[in-house]
């Protein structure tokens, strides 16, 4: 039996997310094995030779080949499986456009999330700092509000559905999910609702946060 491509990682990390949902669009068989968190295993050695940063996900190829940080893993698939194009346009501008969303995800969108989420998720009530969240969850909002003006006229962030959307969606299902105001931003909650009738989205990402 050949060999499968193995993901390291948790599968409630945002990260090790996004790479599940495309292996699942490419249909492509894995194995996943559980890393990061309280299931450690990122500190060992065997673990460091392979992903020096103590981060999920890892992806590590039949061939023997390893990869770490979740966008560069998307594209690196994309680029080498069968039906990847499909997920990662070659024309120079739409491919800019989508790696543009991707940058941007890391950039300015990573952090507010992140504060909320850990806070009201993975910290205990009596320690959490909501003066913070406060500010993130403003923060977001504020970002969420460009991705809304980006999908007018569209349906997914960089027009045609792609790794962009794999990579903001994650965050996506938070923001919806986790328990803070929200404004109305219809073109965004009619992206979400797109996103969650795909199967691999469904089964993945939109998930019980934890």
């Not at 023997?64 to 998307?74: A, F, N, P, Q, V």
């Not at 594209?75 to 501008?93: I, K, V």
């Not at 507010?112 to 923060?139: G, K, N, S, Y």
Request: proline residues 8%.
């Amino acid at each position: 039996m050949p060999k499968l491509l193995t993901v390291w990682g948790r599968a409630n990390s945002v990260n090790v997310m996004k790479v599940l949902w495309l292996l699942d669009e490419l249909a492509l068989p894995f194995d996943r094995i559980d890393a990061g968190g309280a299931f450690g295993r990122t500190g060992d050695p065997d673990y460091a030779a392979m992903n020096p940063n103590a981060t999920v996900p890892t992806l590590v190829m039949p061939h023997g080949y390893t990869l770490w940080e979740s966008h560069s893993i998307l594209r690196y698939l994309c680029r080498t499986q069968p039906g990847g194009n499909g997920f990662y346009p070659e024309a120079p501008e739409a491919r800019a456009d989508v790696e543009r969303w991707m940058d941007w995800t890391l950039a300015s969108l990573n952090d507010p999330l992140r504060v909320i989420f850990w806070t009201l998720v993975r910290t205990p009530e009596a320690e959490r700092d909501m003066q913070a969240v406060a500010r993130a969850r403003d923060a977001a909002e504020r970002l969420w509000q460009i991705v809304e003006a980006q999908l007018e006229g569209r349906d997914h962030i960089a027009g045609g559905f792609s790794i962009a959307d794999m990579a903001l969606g994650g965050f996506l299902h938070r923001w919806f999910a986790l328990p803070i105001e929200r404004a109305e931003l219809p073109r965004l909650r009619g992206w979400y609702d797109r996103l969650l009738a795909r199967p691999p989205y469904a089964k993945h990402v939109a998930v019980p946060l934890s």
